[in-house]
């Protein structure tokens, strides 16, 4: 079946400095991936729709220059967070579509990274 | 626009008894629903899916689910749970066109199984 990856599952960081999470499609190609963050006992709020070859979509109240997505190849996107802060602090999660299998209609969703920022 | 309301952020039951998880949703067009597990610290897994076609779903795991356009529901079910069943579960509406849609996800419902 298909299967996303997360690298790093856990990064702990100091506040200032910048932070890169890896997402990537192991066994498909995935042209739109999808960042999402989930606070403690929350749902998932997506962040931004990530699209191979283009700028990223961010979604309403998300900084673009806060939370760069590079979205270089077909089965990978990169999330950085620069100058990070502790209220950036969250589980973030990633997705991707498998869109030459047999569930074009189903997101598949990465382990999560743990970002703490002290 | 699309949104999704899990009714109850917290179910209880014992081992063996039924599980009902509930979800209603609001879709301006036919939609496409979801129901993911997740495990503490971990990502989302599918359980079952509607798109088309029949609305009774199965999934993994004993899990079903059934689309009523009626009631606006897709509440997920078991006959009987297990321990290994405590979690955390997200129902969730997709919004956009098949290839690049976005999911709207409810609250969470955090399921616990008493021994």
């Known amino acids: 079946g298909a299967v996303v990856s997360q690298h790093p599952s856990r990064v702990i960081c100091k506040s200032g400095t910048s932070v890169k999470i890896e997402c990537r499609s192991l066994?498909?190609?995935?042209?739109?991936m999808f960042w999402y963050r989930q606070f403690p006992k929350q749902s998932l709020m997506l962040m931004a729709t990530?699209?191979?070859?283009?700028?990223?979509?961010?979604e309403q109240g998300v900084e673009k220059d806060k939370f760069l997505i590079n979205h270089a190849s077909l089965t990978l996107s990169t999330l950085t967070v620069t100058s990070a802060h502790p209220e950036d602090s969250s589980f973030y999660i990633c997705?991707?579509?498998?869109?030459?299998?047999?569930?074009?209609?189903?997101?598949?969703f990465g382990p999560g990274t743990r970002l703490t920022v002290l | 626009a699309q949104s999704v309301t899990q009714l109850g952020s917290h179910v209880s039951v014992s081992e063996g008894a039924l599980v009902l998880l509930r979800c209603n949703y609001s879709s301006s067009v036919p939609p496409y629903l979801f129901w993911y597990v997740q495990y503490p610290n971990q990502g989302l897994q599918l359980l079952l899916k509607?798109?088309?076609?029949?609305?009774l779903v199965k999934g993994i795991n004993g899990f079903e689910a059934e689309f009523k356009k009626s009631e606006t529901s897709f509440h997920l079910t078991k006959p009987s749970a297990h321990m290994s069943d405590a979690a955390e579960y997200f129902c969730a509406v997709s919004v956009g066109i098949q290839g690049a849609q976005k999911l709207v996800f409810g609250q969470g419902t955090r399921l616990t199984i008493n021994p």
């Open positions: 990530s699209n191979e070859g283009s700028k990223a979509t961010y």
């Open positions: 509607y798109t088309t076609g029949a609305t």
């Open positions: 066994d498909f190609q995935a042209t739109t």
């Open positions: 997705s991707a579509w498998d869109q030459t299998g047999a569930s074009t209609d189903t997101q598949y």
